[in-house]
């Protein structure tokens, strides 16, 4: 394949934006950031004082000295009974607030529990789903099932409703690229017809650089409150190339017994809708039986025509083949 002067460039400009990427990642968590993860439990002695945020993975923390930034642990527990001046944040942990406890920004626990003292002082609010809703820890065990736990009613109505609500938003937004993006979408599709394997190769690596970066990533975001709707930000404009793939793949098999000459129309075919709606009925299934394997299946069926969309600059242009 002969790549054009622009295309070449835009390759190098990718190559370096995956380098820093993954440098960024694996190398933003410095020692002072996040606790060495080991059995032991991370103290703050009373007459300690640490003037940045504390992190931890499963390694437990207790503050009974001063912390001027957030506390957040993944699943430790998190006891409080110092000064901190930031958030207190453990996801799946349990936090204990003591008397003695000033903080002076938000509690959060998402799968744990949250036991504040009366004199405890806290000037922000308290997140305890657990003792809310538990909508978040329902949301919670369905991708991270816990051993200990029996199939209720409930998780099957959840994963059902999530099975349907994935496979609409699957075709619908499927379809709605293919709508407002035609061209764009029918060179994606000639390419993956064309280069079947390189785009394949391409998507599928891409995918894994992507599984590689993006938890150091969300866990750098989401150390804290703030950094929460970062989160879900990045994560959701990491789904916009994957839809776009979803949509090359429908589109190139719903012409897959089409002449090789044959440029599809711009409208969108009634075989491309019916192929459309195979792939988010088989994703929406999977999901009702297993939410994980939905989920991965997305980005397998997604990842060829990712790689078709890279390989044509994102639908602008058709690589030259020799």
Same mark, same amino acid.
């Given at each position: 394949?002969?790549? !054009?002067?622009?295309?070449?460039? /835009?390759?190098?400009?990718?190559? =370096?934006?995956?380098?820093?990427? =993954? ?7 410095? !020692? ?15 007459? +300690?004082?640490? $003037?940045?945020?504390?992190? $931890?993975?499963?390694? +437990? ?17 998190? /006891?409080?009974?110092?000064? %901190? ?16 406890? *000033?903080?002076?920004? *938000?509690?959060?626990?998402? +799968? ?49 409703? /999530?099975?349907?609500?994935?496979? @609409?938003?699957?075709?619908?937004? #499927? ?20 280069? !079947? ?8 690596? $891409? ?10 990533? %969300? ?35 719903? *012409? ?11 409208? @969108? ?11 988010? #009925? ?21 990842? !060829? ?10 639908? *602008? ?6």
């Amino acid at each position: 394949m002969k790549w !054009p002067g622009k295309q070449q460039r /835009l390759f190098r400009l990718w190559k =370096c934006w995956i380098v820093y990427i =993954c440098l960024f990642s694996f190398n933003i968590i410095t !020692p002072s950031q996040v606790a060495a993860q080991d059995d032991d439990r991370l103290i703050i002695a009373a007459n +300690d004082r640490v $003037t940045e945020n504390i992190s $931890t993975i499963s390694q +437990d923390i207790e503050v009974y000295g001063e912390v001027d930034g957030d506390v957040t642990s993944w699943n430790g527990n998190i /006891l409080i009974a110092g000064f %901190v001046s930031g958030d207190v944040v453990s996801y799946t942990g349990n936090i204990i607030i003591t008397d003695t406890a *000033h903080i002076e920004g *938000h509690i959060m626990s998402i +799968d744990g529990t949250v036991e504040r003292a009366s004199d405890a002082q806290i000037a922000g609010l308290t997140f305890n789903n657990s003792r809310d809703s538990g909508a978040l820890s329902s949301v919670f065990h369905l991708f991270v099932p816990q051993s200990d736990l029996s199939v209720t009613a409930l998780d099957i109505f959840a994963r059902a409703l /999530l099975g349907v609500v994935l496979g @609409i938003f699957t075709l619908a937004f #499927c379809l709605l690229w293919i709508a407002l993006w035609p061209q764009r979408t029918i060179a994606s599709s000639l390419t993956l017809r064309q280069l !079947p394997w390189r785009a394949l190769a391409v998507g599928g690596l $891409t995918t894994l650089i992507l599984t590689l970066t993006l938890p150091p990533l %969300v866990t750098i975001f989401s150390a804290t409150l703030v950094g929460l709707p970062l989160t879900i930000f990045l994560l959701f404009v990491v789904q916009i190339p994957y839809v776009y793939g979803i949509a090359t793949l429908a589109q190139t098999l719903g *012409h897959f017994r089409t002449d090789q000459q044959f440029i599809p129309s711009s409208g @969108i075919a009634r075989s491309t809708i019916f192929v459309a709606a195979i792939i988010a #009925c088989i994703i929406g299934v999977l999901t009702i039986l297993t939410p994980s394997g939905g989920v991965i299946l997305i980005y397998a069926l997604s990842s !060829p025509g990712l790689g078709a969309v890279i390989l044509s600059r994102g639908g *602008h242009a058709l690589p030259h083949l020799t």
